[in-house]
Nanobody
Framework: QVQLEESGGGLVQPGGSLRLSCAAS????????MGWYRQAPGKQREMVAT???????NTADSVKGRFTISRDNAKRTVYLQMNNLKPEDTAVYYC?????????WGLGTLVTVSS
């Protein structure tokens, strides 16, 4: 059974930073492509960043230069470092992987950027 558990969300002021973590179990983590997605109120879920098993990353234009995805295979964890946060980054952030050709999602962690 795949389990993805996000942590690290919270309330932060504009310009601040947060680091999200996603601990994975039930998958061969080291060979799995991992990703972060987000969903703001009233909007569709969108890709934020992905990272392949080899470490190749893809980052959405809206967060490029501010957000960085990384992984620690020994800890079976993927991270999202978020700097210079803006109010429009407010959303529930979800961890994602593909297992047996199906998307697997965590429950999400809420990030609120507000003064």
């Amino acid at each position: 059974q795949v389990q993805l558990e996000e942590s690290g969300g919270g309330l932060v002021q504009p310009g601040g930073s947060l680091r999200l973590s996603c601990a994975a179990s039930g998958i061969l983590f080291s060979i799995s492509r991992m990703g972060w997605y987000r969903q703001a109120p009233g909007k569709q879920r969108e890709m934020v960043a992905t990272i392949t098993s080899g470490g190749t990353t893809n980052t959405a234009d809206s967060v490029k230069g501010r957000f960085t995805i990384s992984r620690d295979n020994a800890k079976r964890t993927v991270y999202l470092q978020m700097n210079n946060l803006k109010p429009e980054d407010t959303a529930v952030y979800y961890c994602n992987t593909v297992f047996r050709l199906r998307d697997a999602w965590g429950l999400g962690t809420l990030v609120t950027v507000s003064s």
